[in-house]
């Protein structure tokens, strides 16, 4: 499906990351991994890229264009997802950090897309979001406001490229465990009303779904996979059973 396609995965080398180069590998695409930590995926190309960097994504991106001269598919995946602290102790530079990787490092992969899709007949952003823009906990501030950030980018870029092929959409996960997932008690898979918790597969086919040739009318679109988790009422009350 994807032969002669360039796919893009910003951090691609670990996590539900290493999960999509697999798939797109595996689905013929010549897959470009973009990260600060070298993938160990056979037959797959890496090019070092801080994403709250503009410089090393603007060298990337020449990269690819010399060498490939075009890409098809960007999924900007990669970010700062274990960022944990009060809000009380949150400095501005953390802060900070956080929204230049996960939401204008998004940007900055998305403007090369945009230039070196010109030309083509097909092109799909896809941009990894988190349920937590919507439904959060305490210390996950920085985290929450990038991945509110990304799915609001989503919307507008939708509309901006109204005049090109390229469909944008985002992906929100939910509980996903990567490893270990056999440890997780069973109270971890009633939580959710798919009665499991998510796996790295679930987030990879909606994104193969996403960016599936045939597939350009759904655009805009945050597409939730939480196994119906984010939907469901929690009282106080059924916490103490």
Same mark, same amino acid.
């Given at each position: 499906?994807?032969?002669?396609?360039?796919?893009?995965?910003?951090?691609?080398?670990?996590?539900?990351?290493?999960?999509?180069?697999?798939?797109?590998?595996?689905?013929?695409?010549?897959?470009?991994?973009?990260?600060?930590?070298?993938? %160990?995926?056979?037959?797959?190309?890496?090019?070092?890229?801080?994403?709250?960097?503009?410089?090393?994504?603007?060298?990337?991106?020449?990269?690819?264009?010399?060498?490939?001269?075009?890409?098809?598919?960007?999924?900007?995946?990669?970010?700062?997802?274990?960022?944990?602290?009060?809000?009380?102790?949150?400095?501005?530079?953390?802060?900070?950090?956080?929204?230049?990787?996960?939401?204008?490092?998004?940007?900055?992969?998305?403007?090369?897309?945009?230039?070196?899709?010109?030309?083509? %007949?097909?092109?799909?952003?896809?941009?990894?979001?988190?349920?937590?823009?919507?439904?959060?906990?305490?210390?996950?501030?920085?985290?929450?406001?990038?991945?509110?950030?990304?799915?609001?980018?989503?919307?507008?870029?939708?509309?901006?490229?109204?005049?090109?092929?390229?469909?944008?959409?985002?992906?929100?996960?939910?509980?996903?465990?990567?490893?270990?997932?056999?440890?997780?008690?069973?109270?971890?898979?009633?939580?959710?009303?798919?009665?499991?918790?998510?796996?790295?597969?679930?987030?990879?086919?909606?994104? =193969?779904? =996403?960016?599936?040739?045939?597939?350009?009318?759904?655009?805009?679109?945050?597409?939730?996979?939480?196994?119906?988790?984010?939907?469901?009422?929690?009282?106080?009350?059924?916490?103490?059973?």
């Amino acid at each position: 499906m994807y032969k002669d396609k360039v796919v893009v995965i910003t951090g691609g080398s670990r996590g539900i990351g290493k999960h999509l180069v697999q798939a797109y590998r595996e689905g013929g695409a010549y897959v470009v991994v973009l990260d600060v930590v070298a993938t %160990d995926e056979l037959g797959v190309e890496f090019l070092h890229a801080d994403l709250g960097d503009a410089l090393t994504i603007d060298a990337a991106f020449s990269e690819i264009e010399q060498r490939l001269g075009k890409v098809d598919v960007l999924i900007n995946n990669g970010a700062i997802a274990n960022f944990n602290k009060a809000l009380q102790d949150l400095t501005y530079d953390e802060f900070s950090r956080v929204i230049d990787v996960n939401l204008k490092g998004a940007f900055a992969c998305s403007r090369h897309f945009i230039r070196l899709n010109r030309g083509q %007949d097909y092109g799909r952003i896809v941009n990894i979001a988190s349920t937590r823009w919507n439904q959060n906990e305490a210390g996950w501030d920085a985290y929450g406001a990038s991945k509110g950030g990304v799915v609001s980018l989503t919307k507008s870029m939708a509309i901006s490229l109204t005049e090109t092929p390229i469909t944008v959409n985002a992906v929100s996960p939910g509980w996903i465990q990567v490893e270990d997932y056999q440890q997780l008690a069973d109270f971890d898979h009633q939580q959710h009303p798919s009665g499991r918790v998510g796996k790295a597969r679930d987030i990879v086919n909606a994104c =193969l779904f =996403l960016t599936h040739p045939e597939n350009d009318f759904v655009n805009g679109h945050n597409l939730v996979v939480d196994g119906g988790m984010s939907k469901k009422m929690i009282y106080q009350d059924s916490l103490l059973d």
